[in-house]
């Protein structure tokens, strides 16, 4: 059998109540007696919390159905663009390309002073497709060289092709 906890010098007999106010109560405890069952808190209680407001099932509803439009919306696009970008594939990869003009060249004489240059420009207007490319790459930018080099000898347009040797 358990006996109830004795208090020293109390002048309680074992197993009997102590008289309330006895004993101070302690700290946790204010409003209880010291052998309460709960001792009450031993830090601030949390404030209660505010009162969240629920959304309506219309808003939830609503919501939904703006996110299923979005993907809709979203997939069209892109569906859309990828048709765009097939169709335009197709019809280029169906027209030949445009028909090179090609003319007699350009007299080679008055480009600049440098004679390796104009050795280039002479084999260049003679048919030496390899030489125009070269004084092309050899020549300072924007000089009557490069540009002579970029025509092939006057041959062509500028940029109208990437290298004078895919005219032989």
């Known amino acids: 059998m358990r006996q109830s906890p004795t208090y020293p010098g109390a002048g309680v007999p074992d197993g009997a109540e102590p008289p309330q106010g006895a004993f101070p109560p302690p700290p946790w405890a204010p409003d209880s007696t010291p052998w309460s069952s709960s001792p009450g808190p031993w830090?601030?209680?949390?404030?209660?919390?505010?009162?969240?407001?629920?959304?309506?099932?219309?808003?939830?509803?609503?919501?939904?159905?703006?996110?299923?439009?979005?993907?809709?919306?979203?997939?069209?696009?892109?569906?859309?663009?990828?048709?765009?970008?097939?169709?335009?594939?197709?019809?280029?990869?169906?027209?030949?390309?445009?028909?090179?003009?090609?003319?007699?060249?350009?007299?080679?004489?008055?480009?600049?002073?440098?004679?390796?240059?104009?050795?280039?420009?002479?084999?260049?207007?003679?048919?030496?497709m390899q030489a125009c490319d070269d004084l092309y790459d050899l020549s300072d930018p924007m000089s009557r060289y490069?540009?002579?080099?970029?025509?092939?000898?006057?041959?062509?347009?500028?940029l109208d092709i990437d290298f004078c040797t895919d005219l032989d």
């Open 43 to 128: 830090w601030p209680q949390p404030s209660a919390p505010s009162p969240r407001r629920a959304l309506g099932r219309t808003a939830v509803v609503g919501i939904a159905a703006a996110c299923v439009l979005a993907v809709v919306v979203l997939g069209g696009v892109i569906t859309g663009a990828v048709a765009l970008g097939r169709a335009a594939a197709e019809s280029m990869a169906g027209q030949p390309a445009a028909p090179l003009e090609i003319s007699a060249p350009l007299d080679a004489g008055g480009l600049g002073e440098d004679q390796g240059l104009n050795g280039y420009a002479a084999r260049c207007h003679d048919g030496d």
């Open 146 to 158: 490069e540009q002579y080099g970029m025509t092939c000898g006057g041959r062509v347009k500028a």
